[in-house]
């Protein structure tokens, strides 16, 4: 009976490595579920293979294109096969199209389980800068090499495709949209409160800056400074880039040829050691550590805090009305100079970026260049941005677009907005999306920085990327967030022993992998590309937050 | 008499201690309920209050600057009645599908004379404890041609095999002699577990459509797994994207301002309300139908 039992069990193993194998079994072959049919506008299930998908000649063929993630919804009636820009694309290039749009939760587990599953057989457009890394390293991905020559994508963006180059192939196709090199982080404060204790003026410089919070602590029972998280983190990026240190973005910086992690730099040290002399001053909330950023909103709206670090504008469509509605005049103060001469974030943040990479399945690889060189086309990006003249939007007499309600209801067109020049920036997102008012304060201040970040430049491997951050939670959110509120010792000792520490465990060599990556590209000097886009004009924004009004 | 009043007083002193044990445990069960029901009822409360109050973390139970306007919202929003359409029929024609085989599997399984039985056993058993993992579950879904369809959301979760074992032991609960007197009447195996077996277990199998149609009607990950097309995906997938627009960060999400959080507890009580509308009506059966499928066999 007990052998029975054991064979039984060897024999129920066996079955289900079996169905296992018979599972997987051709499912690379079988290519794409996705369903042709899907363009002609049925609702047909998937679980047709990919014959269509692989045709080899343009005319007619279908091509997948797996699109970001966003929280936008389509409106009724309208699909992402079925709308006026996917009729456009088809009608000027041939092609069907299946298009599918990633999920806004988990979208980086999906379409790992679409790859594995064989169901990724074109094209895809990824926020995830460390995804062609991770897909090549699986070897699920095809090189453009083959293709580049004669390409208006790649000859228009030829400026950026370095940072797409994995194994010294261009596996991955870079479009850097963003036109405004910096964060949208916004300094928000009660101009009531401040007029009220005599402070008219915006503070010039740092110390100024420092003098007011410490008037405010004098004169009001208020926390003069409200910020949230260890100092380490995206919370304080206005306050840390004033000290040439960026939380969240422009991480890395060049030294004596050399690339850097300024969290580890003298320049984190001055930087946490006023973050421990506000803490030490009761400038800012004493339990910042536990704070959030709705609890801290909350203290705001509750009329305890008089000054704010916002650390995305995000939010500030609905704190602006909230705060007038409790009869506060918050206005956006601008930032102060920094100990370095930085002018905060608005000088030096990052580029949003996307990769675009072609999945191994795609047997018609000419023919998704082709569509990429139809997307980098400038009729194509008006239609993709901006819809169709007479339809969504009309020309003034200046030639500027004025969006019709019809153009102002196209939230669901950002799924296809993903190539388009920095100069369209601004114009799509921060005027025709309604943005303009909470937008354009954060941005104005962007100018040519000097400190520039050589990683943005350069391919993103997801091991030095995942090994960084979690470097930087371990050690540096830790270390941080101790000095502040005093349970380590804050001393040249001490932080260089932390500093010891990162390098040890891993930070040197992603220093020397990123160094020798900027040295095989010449070490060259990236502070011209920091170029900020933003129009000269801008009738759409009043400027009504601005500390002073509009300027 | 000295006896007679120690006894008096020996009596006197545990019925003080039972009182006083009652009164803690009403107490403390009742401090845990009202923990349990402080959130639930601070949503709502934010569901019906002004976005400022909300915002300024004024709303604590009760509403203020008393609203309708962000249920409304959410009930004009496309999207969300499309999803709560298709939650509703998932969760509907799951919860029939996952008692019907769930039903057929234990039965057979609860038969002590069935062949093999403690293999089958050691198959449901074994499945339960090490499954195929989300790779390979996706393959299997993609090769049963279901992937990006309403069945996705069906099938793959259909059998829950610690539901299965629940069912086999609150069949196994049941005396043989009632099978035995069945088949001497000429009754079929059919008709014995339609006739016999499930109105003797109803509190079993009223528990397990509870969790089956909970866990339907709160599953998310799977829906976003194994589908693309938005018209399919159902409520909780919905309700994740509209909270986490209130998260998201800018260049994710830059084209409207975020819902409110007021907005966002609208949308989290037409998820909660189904549910609890359901719950009473199967809560009697809830408690004995765990115990009987869980304690015998």
Not at chain 2, 65 to 92: C, E, N, P, W, Y
Not at chain 2, 153 to 169: A, D, H, K, Y
Request: charge should be negative.
């Amino acid at each position: 009976m007990r052998k029975l039992k054991t064979l039984a069990a060897i024999l129920l193993t066996l079955a289900l490595l079996v169905s296992l194998v018979g599972c997987s079994g051709g499912s690379g072959s079988s290519g794409s579920s996705s369903n042709p049919s899907k363009a002609e506008n049925t609702t047909e299930t998937s679980g047709s293979t990919s014959e269509e998908t692989s045709e080899p000649t343009s005319s007619g063929a279908t091509l997948q294109l797996i699109m970001p993630s966003n929280v936008q919804d389509f409106p009724e009636g309208v699909t992402e096969d079925n709308n006026f820009i996917v009729d456009y694309w088809s009608e000027k290039t041939g092609f069907k199209f299946d298009i599918v749009v990633l999920p806004n939760s988990n979208a980086e587990e999906k379409l790992n389980l679409m790859f594995n599953g064989g169901e990724v057989t074109g094209l895809v457009f990824e926020k995830d800068l460390t995804a062609p890394s991770r897909f090549f390293n699986q070897g699920v991905l095809q090189p453009f090499d083959d293709y580049m020559d004669g390409s208006f994508f790649f000859e228009t963006y030829k400026d950026y495709q370095s940072k797409g180059v994995i194994d010294g192939h261009q596996y991955a196709a870079m479009i850097v949209p963003d036109g405004i090199p910096c964060s949208s982080s916004l300094y928000v404060v009660r101009k009531d409160i401040l007029n009220g204790i005599g402070i008219t003026e915006q503070p010039a410089d740092f110390d100024a800056f420092v003098e007011m919070l410490r008037t405010i602590k004098e004169k009001t029972d208020l926390i003069p400074l409200g910020v949230y998280d260890a100092p380490s983190n995206s919370s304080w990026d206005t306050i840390a880039a004033l000290f040439g240190v960026a939380p969240t973005h422009n991480q890395w910086a060049v030294r004596d040829g050399n690339v850097v992690y300024r969290f580890t730099q003298k320049e984190g040290y001055d930087y946490l050691t006023f973050c421990k002399q506000l803490y030490d001053e009761g400038l800012i909330p004493q339990d910042t550590l536990s704070l959030t950023f709705d609890s801290l909103t909350q203290l705001y709206l509750g009329g305890q805090v008089a000054t704010l670090v916002q650390d995305s504008c995000w939010e500030l469509p609905n704190l602006m009305p909230a705060s007038e509605e409790k009869g506060y005049d918050s206005r956006f103060m601008d930032y102060p100079t920094g100990y370095y001469g930085q002018v905060s974030t608005g000088s030096q943040d990052r580029f949003f970026s996307q990769a675009i990479f072609l999945s191994s399945l795609a047997k018609n690889p000419a023919d998704y260049v082709k569509m990429l060189d139809f997307l980098a086309l400038p009729e194509t990006i008006e239609v993709n941005n901006y819809g169709i003249e007479g339809e969504h939007f009309t020309l003034d007499d200046g030639g500027n677009r004025v969006l019709t309600e019809a153009g102002e209801n196209l939230q669901w067109a950002v799924y296809y907005r993903n190539i388009f020049p920095p100069e369209e920036w601004y114009p799509v997102y921060g005027i025709n999306a309604n943005w303009a008012e909470y937008y354009y304060p954060s941005e104005r201040h962007s100018v040519g920085a000097t400190d520039f970040d050589p990683v943005e430049f350069m391919p993103q491997k997801a091991e030095d990327v995942t090994k960084t951050d979690e470097l930087k939670e371990t050690i540096i959110d830790q270390f941080y967030a101790k000095a502040l509120t005093g349970e380590v010792e804050l001393t040249e000792e001490t932080f260089n022993a932390m500093v010891e520490d990162w390098l040890a465990s891993g930070g040197q060599q992603i220093q020397d992998n990123y160094t020798e990556q900027y040295k095989a590209m010449g070490s060259p000097d990236f502070s011209g590309s920091y170029i900020s886009y933003l129009p000269a004009e801008h009738p759409e924004y009043t400027g009504k937050y601005l500390w002073e009004g509009h300027e | 008499m000295v006896t007679k009043t120690k006894k008096v007083s020996n009596r006197i002193k545990t019925g003080t201690e039972t009182k006083i044990f009652r009164i803690l445990a009403a107490l403390i069960v009742v401090f845990f309920a009202v923990i349990c029901l402080l959130p639930f009822i601070r949503v709502v409360s934010e569901a019906f209050s002004g976005d400022t109050y909300v915002a300024s973390g004024e709303v604590i139970l009760l509403p203020k600057g008393f609203t309708t306007k962000h249920l409304k919202f959410i009930l004009d929003t496309h999207q969300f009645t499309r999803a709560m359409f298709i939650s509703v029929t998932s969760t509907i024609v799951f919860t029939i599908c996952a008692i019907v085989l769930t039903c057929m599997l234990a039965y057979p399984l609860s038969r002590t004379y069935l062949p093999k039985r403690r293999a089958l056993m050691f198959y449901v058993v074994f499945t339960m404890l090490f499954n195929g993992g989300i790779v390979p579950t996706y393959l299997v879904v993609k090769q049963l041609g279901i992937l990006n369809s309403f069945w996705a959301l069906i099938i793959p979760q259909v059998i829950s095999q610690f539901n299965v074992i629940v069912l086999v032991n609150g069949f196994l609960g049941i005396p043989n002699e009632m099978e035995e007197s069945a088949l001497l009447d000429g009754a079929g195996q059919f008709t014995i577990l339609l006739r016999i077996m499930v109105p003797l277990c109803k509190p079993t199998l009223a528990a397990l459509l509870l969790f089956y149609a909970v866990s339907r009607w709160n599953g998310w990950f799977d829906a976003v797994m194994y589908i693309n097309d938005r018209n399919l995906f159902p409520l909780p997938v919905i309700i994740r994207d509209i909270i986490q627009q209130g998260l998201d960060t800018l260049f994710h999400s830059l084209t409207s301002p975020p819902p409110t959080q007021a907005v966002q507890s609208a949308a989290v009580i037409f998820s909660i309300v189904p549910i609890i509308v359901v719950y009473p009506f199967l809560q009697k059966y809830f408690v004995k139908g765990v115990t009987l499928g869980g304690v015998k066999g």
